[in-house]
Structure formats: structure tokens, C-alpha cells
């Protein structure tokens, strides 16, 4: 399985950015995916996540009726739309997925300790 993220950038606070995640392999025993992020001195956080093959999501506390993921199946592919952009949202956003951990789990954890990682991308917003 492979992860590809794409879709960052440089943007003014207010603005919006959508993400993509592109898997590739075997997706169907996807339990959740999910959206991270990092900014520089900071732990990863966790943004938001959905069901693979159903329609739950979870959102983070600061980005919650900002940000909205959702899924193409037949594209194999994840999104995450960001709305309102503020510079507090500046990271590196890296998408995830898991064979085990549903998206709700992704939500509660403590360690990102999922199976499968795609190489992060840039989201930097300026004031």
C-alpha cells in the first residue's frame, strides 16, 4: 500500500486549500484513513479521519467546522477540505491508513501508530 498526498501550498489566512490522498494496493481492507498534521516543535496532531467503507467522521477539536474530509472510493482517494485557513493551521499534513484502527480510533489516539503513511505535504498560511 502507498499513500500520496498533494494539494498544499502558500495561502492567506481566509483562504481554502483542498488535500488529496491517493492509495494505491490494496485499499479495500482499509478500516479508517485519516489526516495529521506537524508543525515545526510540535507533536503530530491529529486533524480528521473517515470510515473507509462507511460514512463516520472525526474531526480534531481546532479544525472542526473548518476543515471537511471525505472519500472518492472509486478513486481510491481521501480529501480534506480546509476552509477559513488560519496561520495556526501551518504543518506539514501527512494522510494515513490503517487494515485495524477505524477512524473513530484514529480520533482517540495518543500514538499514530498506523500501518500505513504517505510522505507529508506543506500547507504554510500567512497573516
Known amino acids: 500500500v502507498q499513500l500520496q498526498a498533494s494539494g498544499g501550498g502558500l495561502v492567506q489566512a481566509g483562504d481554502s486549500l483542498r488535500l488529496s490522498c491517493l492509495a494505491s494496493?490494496?485499499?479495500?481492507?482499509?478500516?479508517?484513513m485519516g489526516w495529521f498534521r506537524q508543525a515545526p516543535g510540535r507533536d503530530r496532531e491529529f486533524v480528521a479521519a473517515?470510515?473507509?467503507?462507511?460514512?463516520?467522521?472525526y474531526y480534531g477539536d481546532s479544525v472542526r467546522s473548518r476543515f471537511t474530509v471525505s472519500k472518492d472510493i472509486s478513486k481510491n482517494t481521501m480529501y480534506l477540505q480546509m476552509n477559513n485557513l488560519k496561520p495556526e493551521d501551518t504543518a506539514v499534513y501527512y494522510c494515513a491508513a490503517d487494515p485495524v484502527f477505524t477512524a473513530q480510533a484514529m480520533s482517540l489516539m495518543t500514538r499514530y501508530e498506523l500501518a500505513y503513511w504517505g510522505k507529508g505535504t506543506q500547507v504554510t498560511v500567512s497573516s
Open positions: 473517515i470510515a473507509w467503507s462507511g460514512i463516520s467522521t
Open positions: 494496493g490494496r485499499t479495500a481492507g482499509f478500516a479508517g
